[in-house]
């Protein structure tokens, strides 16, 4: 990696490179002085040996030897300026040097500030990031409760719409009646809960239809256990069967906690049960009309004389329209020894039970 130089690592080399320069120079006036003295040495040695040899001095040797000294003397000047002017250009040059030092020193002075002032500008981005990433993250969390808890709400909402317009329904269907029906009963005395065989049928706009409760009930116990995985993180699940006799069943199941005994004590199991049903018509009208069913070799009286009578309980769900029909039919049962539950119903209410519902009662 390359280290930027700072300040104090340039200055010794510029000192460094004076230095030099300096040295050469001084070596150079030194040559020149050596050499200026020795020709001066030179200059006055020649001109004693001519005083000895010639005492009378000749003029054109003196003349000579004072032309050489003179001739050596402007060498040298001339040398010395030639080194006097490579010192002022030696010196101009590591001025030059010097100011572009200066210059690479302060600019680099520069981009290391420059560079500390993006250093904290990454690291306060870095730290708002974090902080964003994390404040995401919690939100995202935060919606997904929210989310879950307004899809529980919105099944709970529907539940309740629906109970509402049941209960709304039957007030219409109470409200419509305009006089209380009466409804004559055979001379049972007392009103038994039904345990036995049991068929039901229902009575809706002056026609008689069988309703297949039992086939239902035998299928919900072989479909359910392989539908519990719907239930999966949700408390419940509804599911629609497939038709038998005109119905479709759509019912829905809920997760549940059961208590059971053990030697230990009591324990917990999570557990499955059935929370509510209905049977929805596939298509209307249903069945055969009522005046059809009650004459000999009809559809429905022919089921019925297949069956024995004994132990057998046909639980008509009655709604408003048809009441004087219950009568009719629950007279023609009697005649044939089977006994007959009534299901008061509200206009516009589907055939459904659950668990925590009643038992058809017989007379």
Same mark, same amino acid.
């Given at each position: 990696?390359?280290?930027?130089?700072?300040?104090?690592?340039?200055?010794?080399?510029?000192?460094?490179?004076?230095?030099?320069?300096?040295?050469?120079?001084?070596?150079?006036?030194?040559?020149?002085?050596?050499?200026?003295?020795?020709?001066?040495?030179?200059?006055?040695?020649?001109?004693?040996?001519?005083?000895?040899?010639?005492?009378?001095?000749?003029?054109?040797?003196?003349?000579?030897?004072?032309?050489?000294?003179?001739?050596?003397?402007?060498?040298?000047?001339?040398?010395?300026?030639?080194?006097?002017?490579?010192?002022?250009?030696?010196?101009?040059?590591?001025?030059?040097?010097?100011?572009?030092?200066? $210059?690479? *020193?302060?600019?680099? &002075?520069?981009? =290391? %500030?420059?560079? /500390?002032?993006?250093?904290?500008?990454?690291? +306060? #981005?870095?730290?708002?990031?974090?902080?964003?990433?994390?404040?995401?993250?919690?939100?995202?969390?935060?919606?997904?409760?929210?989310?879950?808890?307004?899809?529980?709400?919105?099944?709970?909402?529907?539940?309740?719409?629906?109970?509402?317009?049941?209960?709304?329904?039957?007030?219409?269907?109470?409200?419509?009646?305009?006089?209380?029906?009466?409804?004559?009963?055979?001379?049972?005395?007392?009103?038994?809960?039904?345990?036995?065989?049991?068929?039901?049928?229902?009575?809706?706009?002056?026609?008689? $239809?069988? *309703?297949?409760?039992? &086939?239902?009930? =035998? %299928?919900?116990? /072989?479909?359910?256990?392989?539908?519990?995985? +719907? #239930?999966?993180?949700?408390?419940?699940?509804?599911?629609?069967?497939?038709?038998?006799?005109?119905?479709?069943?759509?019912?829905?199941?809920?997760?549940?906690?059961?208590?059971?005994?053990?030697?230990?004590?009591?324990?917990?199991?999570?557990?499955?049960?059935?929370?509510?049903?209905?049977?929805?018509?596939?298509?209307?009208?249903?069945?055969?009309?009522?005046?059809?069913?009650?004459?000999?070799?009809?559809?429905?009286?022919?089921?019925?004389?297949?069956?024995?009578?004994?132990?057998?309980?046909?639980?008509?769900?009655?709604?408003?329209?048809?009441?004087?029909?219950?009568?009719?039919?629950?007279?023609?049962?009697?005649?044939?020894?089977?006994?007959?539950?009534?299901?008061?119903?509200?206009?516009?209410?589907?055939?459904?039970?659950?668990?925590?519902?009643?038992?058809?009662?017989?007379?």
């Amino acid at each position: 990696m390359i280290r930027r130089r700072s300040r104090s690592d340039a200055a010794p080399s510029y000192d460094s490179f004076l230095d030099i320069v300096t040295n050469v120079v001084g070596i150079l006036i030194i040559l020149v002085m050596v050499v200026g003295v020795r020709a001066k040495d030179a200059f006055q040695a020649a001109r004693g040996a001519a005083s000895a040899d010639h005492p009378t001095p000749a003029h054109s040797s003196q003349e000579s030897d004072l032309s050489t000294a003179q001739q050596k003397s402007q060498d040298l000047a001339n040398q010395f300026a030639a080194a006097k002017r490579a010192f002022e250009t030696a010196q101009g040059r590591a001025a030059a040097i010097h100011q572009d030092i200066a $210059a690479v *020193v302060e600019r680099s &002075a520069l981009l =290391e %500030r420059e560079l /500390a002032a993006r250093s904290a500008q990454r690291q +306060r #981005l870095s730290a708002t990031l974090a902080f964003v990433r994390k404040l995401l993250d919690r939100k995202s969390a935060e919606k997904g409760e929210v989310a879950a808890a307004a899809v529980a709400d919105q099944r709970e909402i529907g539940r309740l719409e629906r109970r509402l317009a049941q209960l709304h329904q039957a007030y219409e269907a109470l409200d419509r009646e305009d006089a209380p029906v009466v409804i004559e009963h055979v001379p049972t005395p007392i009103a038994k809960t039904v345990f036995g065989r049991e068929e039901h049928y229902r009575l809706l706009g002056g026609r008689i $239809a069988y *309703v297949p409760l039992n &086939a239902f009930t =035998e %299928r919900l116990k /072989a479909e359910i256990p392989h539908k519990l995985w +719907r #239930l999966g993180g949700d408390p419940s699940f509804t599911e629609t069967t497939e038709e038998i006799d005109g119905f479709r069943m759509q019912y829905t199941i809920e997760s549940a906690t059961f208590t059971m005994e053990t030697r230990a004590g009591p324990i917990q199991q999570k557990g499955a049960q059935l929370d509510r049903f209905v049977l929805l018509p596939v298509r209307e009208p249903l069945g055969e009309s009522v005046d059809d069913a009650l004459r000999e070799g009809s559809r429905f009286l022919r089921e019925l004389e297949r069956v024995d009578p004994r132990g057998l309980t046909v639980t008509l769900w009655t709604y408003p329209d048809s009441h004087d029909d219950f009568r009719r039919v629950k007279q023609k049962l009697a005649d044939l020894g089977i006994a007959v539950a009534a299901r008061p119903m509200p206009q516009g209410t589907p055939i459904g039970g659950s668990p925590h519902g009643s038992r058809s009662a017989a007379e």
